[in-house]
């Protein structure tokens, strides 16, 4: 069992910054793929990063350029720098990651982007 701990959310202006964290514990050692989803009212959760345990990102198109998804494997934890918010970053942002084909999920943090 992996548990994902996810802090950093808030109420920002559009055009601001907010940074995401989320911290892995319990059964660690296999964890490979980290990340974070995000879902926003009314609509799907979708893909926001990923990145591998050897560093390697994946973004979604309307993020590309103003998210930035880093990770520490020596605290098992990544950090997510939103810069220039838009109002339609705001959703509910959920870690995730991957051990051992599972997937585990955080409990989520609110991110409000006012226009």
């Known amino acids: 069992q992996v548990q994902l701990v996810e802090s950093g959310g808030g109420l920002v202006q559009a055009g601001g910054s907010l940074r995401l964290s989320c911290a892995a514990s319990?059964?660690?050692?296999?964890?490979?793929?980290m990340g974070w989803y995000r879902e926003a009212p009314g609509k799907q959760r979708e893909l926001v990063a990923t990145?591998?345990?050897?560093?390697?990102?994946n973004y979604a198109d309307s993020v590309k350029g103003r998210f930035t998804l880093s990770r520490d494997n020596t605290k098992n934890t990544v950090f997510l720098q939103m810069n220039s918010l838009k109002p339609e970053d705001t959703a509910v942002y959920y870690c995730?990651?991957?051990?051992?084909?599972?997937?585990?999920w955080g409990q989520g943090t609110q991110v409000t982007v006012s226009s």
């Open positions: 990145i591998t345990i050897g560093g390697s990102t």
């Open positions: 319990g059964s660690i050692f296999a964890i490979n793929t």
């Open positions: 995730t990651c991957q051990s051992r084909g599972a997937y585990y």
